[in-house]
């Protein structure tokens, strides 16, 4: 039968004991090292140990290191680890069962502090609670936020700089709202006459040009559905400026390919069709609408056109018979797809089958043969010839030619004229034009 006892001990050189029961006491009580502390069927309600006005080291007094309440382990001493709800401790403090804490800290002042197995809860459900905070600054730390379902990272402030949505996973950085995240990732600043930037960090240096920082982006679980690439343009050395370009990918049958690049030089450079005002675009520039173009086009249909013109006309020497002189003078009225030099000639810059066709207003001495033709690089192309006789001094004659020609990149192209005739005579070119239009590759 089991008997209720209230036991007081005061250990010292003298030991005194008192025991209070309600009945018959039952199995032995010893004090004394290695002994049985309490044995048999007892409750215990109370127990205080005194020795010399310090509390009783429990390790002396307790019989085999383990006391135990009601047959339960209340506390066992072995290898010098202390266990509580466990008779066989493994570490320093071992304890099976539930810890209150409901007031003071917790201090670890050196090695780690570990969850091994099981869950870390931190507050009960429905509260807002901070499961790691700094010690210096008790408003930083990481907070579940319980109204809004959301982990929250405070500042000094107590303001959130992250907020990661509880239920949805989603993220957001910078001055975060005050509801759960719910645009997957999202970075927001208040900086008012600054800037808001965030970076992806390749930190490798050296001399190559295959390091690259990407942004990709994935549809379900088909690989990556698109990306910016941004990569070195030329080598360089630790710490010398570098020159950068910038990809915008997409993906066909889970193939990147490039669909845009960005160079140093501010160039574009686009590897399919482009649309202005249209969704689809069907050719390589596909443009629905007016354009505006302050300069120079350039495309495989090219007009390009030099005039001539003076009052008081411009003086051709014709220095010997059969010789061909480049007639100048010109001012470009459309150079597209070619460059007018020193007033006199063309510059062919892409390559093509060109028609060529030209117009000539003269005058010079009577009974003079004046032939024309078209120059390419100072040789006579025989194929736009032509020629006028002047009766008179005072005649005006008028001629022209139109033909088909060959012509590449940076090939020189003039408007020539020479005496065919005995002696050498001058002539006097008073209007004068030549266009060439782009009808082939």
């Known amino acids: 039968m089991k008997k209720l006892v209230n036991v007081l001990l005061i250990v010292s050189s003298i030991i005194v004991m008192s025991l209070l029961t309600t009945g018959v006491l039952e199995g032995d009580i010893s004090i004394g090292k290695n002994n049985t502390f309490i044995s048999g069927d007892q409750i215990i309600t109370n127990i205080i140990g005194v020795q010399n006005g310090t509390d009783v080291n429990f390790t002396d007094i307790i019989s085999s290191n383990t006391l135990e309440v009601a047959g339960n382990t209340f506390l066992a001493v072995s290898s010098g680890n202390v266990g509580i709800g466990t008779s066989k401790p493994t570490v320093v403090l071992d304890v099976v069962g539930v810890v209150n804490l409901s007031d003071g800290d917790v201090s670890i002042s050196g090695g780690n502090f570990r969850v091994l197995g099981g869950n870390y809860i931190v507050g009960a459900p429905g509260i807002d609670v901070a499961a790691f905070i700094a010690g210096a600054a008790l408003n930083a730390g990481l907070f579940f936020d319980a109204t809004a379902a959301r982990f929250k990272f405070t500042n000094t402030v107590g303001a959130a700089s992250i907020s990661i949505g509880a239920v949805n996973g989603h993220v957001e950085i910078g001055d975060v709202a005050t ?10 600043f208040l900086e008012d006459g600054s800037d808001t930037s965030m970076r992806i960090l390749n930190s490798a240096a050296g001399g190559s040009t295959d390091e690259t920082s990407e942004l990709q982006f994935q549809h379900g679980l088909a690989g990556v559905a698109g990306k910016i690439v941004s990569g070195r343009q030329g080598t360089y050395s630790s710490g010398a400026t570098a020159d950068s370009w910038l990809g915008f990918y997409t993906a066909t049958n889970n193939v990147d390919m490039t669909a845009m690049n960005l160079t140093s030089d501010k160039d574009a450079i686009f590897y399919g069709n482009v649309g202005i005002g249209i969704p689809t675009p069907t050719k390589k520039l596909h443009v629905i609408g007016d354009g505006n173009i302050s300069q120079n086009l350039t495309t495989n249909f090219i007009f390009s056109e030099i005039n001539l013109h003076d009052d008081v006309g411009v003086v051709v ?3 010997n018979i059969m010789e061909f002189v480049n007639i100048s003078n010109y001012d470009s009225n ?3 797809g070619l460059e007018l030099t020193d007033n006199t000639f063309f510059t062919l810059k892409i390559t093509g089958t060109y028609m060529l066709t030209y117009s000539i207003s003269f005058s010079g001495t009577a009974n003079s043969e004046i032939g024309f033709d078209v120059g390419i690089n100072s040789n006579p192309s025989n194929v736009c010839h032509s020629h006028r ?19 590449v990149t940076d090939d020189i192209i003039t408007l020539m004229a020479r005496d065919e005739q005995s002696p050498v005579r001058d002539i006097n070119v008073i209007a004068s034009s030549m266009t060439l239009l782009r009808v082939g590759d």
């Not at 509801?179 to 927001?188: Q, R």
């Not at 005006?396 to 060959?406: E, Q």
């Open 317 to 319: 020497d014709l220095v």
């Open 389 to 407: 006789t002047l009766d008179t001094t005072s005649q005006v004659g008028n001629t022209g030619s139109s033909c088909i020609i060959r012509i």
């Open 334 to 336: 459309i150079t597209n």
């Open 179 to 188: 509801t759960p995240p719910n645009n997957g990732f999202s970075v927001k």
